[in-house]
């Protein structure tokens, strides 16, 4: 158990820049506390001691502001930054190294008892502020959710998914080389499907540009009159690129 709290302190530390010792994260963050707190409640649970196992978890959430139910799986390294609002539920399973921030709900979408309702976290996922995850299904290994997204179909190992409802906009072929961490979710490369949408067409325009060059160079040389194209008409992708970014 006291390994687990010194692993758990050591991941914060390692995640949140903010955090500058390990007793500042002992006593002042409250997903450690609520972590830490679940342990224990679901020790109770599993031991069939159900009722103290809820009030474990009910004193926790008062506590903290986080409410994960005693029966959800917890694996190691768990790091829950910020944290107000976070809602896990009963069969839910993260897995070792997951990040989850504030407002985050991993929920059911079935009132049948006694079976797997809620979603289960593959090794190194990371749930973005405010994003919602529904229902019965894999989050793969190393996948980002973004804020606020509303996800209700299994995202694939290092994808990233973003909107409501969430759609993919980044597959890595490799789940390992997408498991650098990124706060928030949030990956540097340029995600967003508009911007990249946007992107395409430039470049597609700016390829167009070129190939008429080519043409009316072509026409000149055979001894057909016709005129330049003015240079003031000319695309300048890389100026509209940089308006898009």
Same mark, same amino acid.
């Given at each position: 158990? $006291?390994?687990?709290?010194?692993?758990? +302190?050591?991941?914060? #530390? @390692?995640?949140? &820049?903010? =955090?500058?010792? %390990?007793?500042? !994260?002992?006593?002042?963050?409250?997903?450690?506390?609520?972590?830490?707190?679940?342990?224990?409640?679901?020790?109770?649970?599993?031991?069939?001691?159900?009722?103290?196992?809820? $009030?474990?978890?009910?004193?926790?959430? +008062?506590?903290?502001? #986080? @409410?994960?139910? &005693?029966? =959800?799986?917890? %694996?190691?390294? !768990?790091?829950?930054?910020?944290?107000?609002?976070?809602?896990?539920?009963?069969?839910?399973?993260?897995?070792?190294?997951?990040?989850?921030?504030?407002?985050?709900?991993?929920?059911?979408?079935?009132?049948?008892?006694?079976?797997?309702?809620?979603?289960?976290?593959?090794?190194?996922?990371?749930? %973005?502020?405010?994003?919602?995850?529904?229902?019965?299904?894999?989050?793969?290994?190393?996948?980002?959710?973004?804020?606020?997204?509303?996800?209700?179909?299994?995202?694939?190992?290092?994808?990233?998914?973003?909107?409501?409802?969430?759609?993919?906009?980044?597959?890595?072929?490799?789940?390992?080389?997408?498991?650098?961490?990124?706060?928030?979710?949030?990956?540097?490369?340029?995600?967003?499907?508009?911007?990249?949408?946007?992107?395409?067409?430039?470049?597609?325009?700016?390829?167009?540009?070129?190939?008429?060059?080519?043409?009316?160079?072509?026409?000149?040389?055979?001894?057909?009159?016709?005129?330049?194209?003015?240079?003031?008409?000319?695309?300048?992708?890389?100026?509209?690129?940089?308006?898009?970014?």
């Amino acid at each position: 158990m $006291f390994s687990n709290l010194r692993e758990d +302190i050591k991941s914060i #530390i @390692e995640r949140d &820049p903010a =955090a500058r010792n %390990g007793w500042e !994260v002992f006593t002042c963050y409250p997903g450690f506390q609520a972590i830490m707190m679940h342990r224990w409640a679901h020790a109770c649970w599993v031991s069939g001691l159900k009722w103290i196992g809820r $009030f474990i978890s009910y004193l926790a959430r +008062i506590i903290t502001g #986080i @409410e994960i139910h &005693p029966g =959800a799986t917890i %694996g190691r390294r !768990v790091f829950i930054d910020h944290g107000f609002g976070v809602v896990i539920g009963e069969t839910a399973n993260v897995g070792d190294d997951c990040t989850i921030y504030q407002g985050v709900t991993l929920g059911g979408t079935s009132l049948n008892s006694g079976t797997k309702r809620h979603p289960t976290l593959e090794r190194g996922v990371i749930i %973005g502020a405010g994003a919602k995850v529904l229902g019965s299904f894999t989050v793969g290994e190393y996948a980002k959710v973004g804020s606020n997204a509303v996800v209700i179909k299994p995202v694939p190992a290092g994808a990233t998914a973003v909107g409501n409802p969430a759609h993919i906009v980044q597959k890595d072929v490799d789940a390992r080389s997408a498991n650098l961490f990124s706060a928030y979710g949030v990956t540097p490369n340029g995600d967003d499907p508009l911007s990249k949408a946007l992107h395409g067409l430039i470049n597609h325009a700016a390829r167009q540009d070129e190939q008429i060059e080519r043409l009316t160079a072509l026409m000149k040389s055979s001894g057909i009159a016709c005129s330049s194209m003015p240079e003031c008409d000319k695309l300048n992708s890389v100026e509209l690129n940089k308006l898009v970014e």
